[in-house]
């Protein structure tokens, strides 16, 4: 197929997901972003919160896209985290931050520093940026860097797991992942 031809495959998995969507799924992502506003947890417990149901809405989508452990086209992305985040991988994981931010640069086409044998070293503590990303191209050719911007695809969007997110890291700066630590 060509790029239009995958760009409509991806529409029509992306409309396919929205009709199929469980119900308890859309109850439970139409309230997070107001639940974790009133409830005394700790940042990083929140952020645990959304990355639980990021996987709940990832094992549904799971089946309709090409993403297979061992695909790590995207792991060549810029890939953003916020100080939550950081802190997240610091707490979940033996990788701790540099002391120094490394300068920000356009890392597109750069391999993440938890790329290792093309799997996510960390993929427990994987940033939201890498948890949302899933694929509805019927192959991973789109996910290359160098055929990522081709063309738009259709993808699923969560706005108020984006909202419960966006509170988390209200002030806080972003950087790429490449900034703040270093291949082990």
């Excluded at 969507?21 to 005394?40: C, G, H, T, W, Y």
């Excluded at 890392?107 to 790329?115: D, I, R, T, V, Y």
Aim: contains cysteine; proline residues 6%.
């Amino acid at each position: 197929m060509g790029l239009k031809e995958d760009q409509e495959f991806s529409r029509t998995a992306c409309e396919r997901l929205i009709i199929r969507f469980p119900a308890n799924l859309l109850k439970k992502e139409s309230a997070i972003a107001d639940r974790l506003s009133q409830v005394k947890l700790s940042p990083l417990k929140k952020l645990e919160a959304v990355y639980e149901l990021l996987g709940e809405i990832g094992a549904h989508i799971a089946p309709s896209t090409p993403c297979k452990k061992g695909c790590s086209s995207c792991c060549h992305y810029g890939v953003t985290v916020s100080d939550v985040e950081v802190q997240y991988i610091e707490a979940r994981t033996r990788h701790k931050r540099l002391k120094q931010m490394l300068p920000n640069e356009d890392f597109h086409g750069q391999a993440c520093p938890f790329l290792k044998e093309n799997s996510c070293s960390i993929y427990l503590a994987r940033p939201f940026v890498c948890r949302r990303h899933h694929s509805l191209a019927p192959t991973p050719e789109w996910c290359a860097p160098d055929k990522s911007a081709a063309g738009d695809f259709a993808r699923l969007e969560s706005s108020e797991l984006k909202k419960a997110f966006d509170a988390l890291r209200v002030g806080s700066p972003v950087w790429d992942i490449r900034q703040v630590f270093r291949s082990q």
